[in-house]
């Protein structure tokens, strides 16, 4: 099975926004915010979805910087996998 660099890419894009999914869910239920695994998740996700909450403001009680993180990171995802394959980079 030959991997390439595009698919790592791929796939790191795709473990990343499943990621931010999984944020948005546990922001919705009672967890315990120092379980280890919540923890990773919001320590990978934070930076990206802080930087969008420091652009977006929220409204009311609603916070669109997750939908605007996920879409980012779709965009930036298909942009690099776009540059890669027009170089040459499988």
Known sequence: ???GITTVVYYA????TWLIFIRIILSWVRVNPYH???RFIIEMTEPV???FRRLIPTIG???FSPIFALLAVQLAGNF???ILRSIGIY
């Open 80 to 82: 690099i996998i776009y």
């Open 13 to 16: 894009f795709e473990v990343y």
């Open 36 to 38: 280890p695994v919540v």
């Open 1 to 3: 099975m030959n991997i």
């Open 49 to 51: 979805l802080g930087f």
């Open 61 to 63: 009680m609603i916070d």
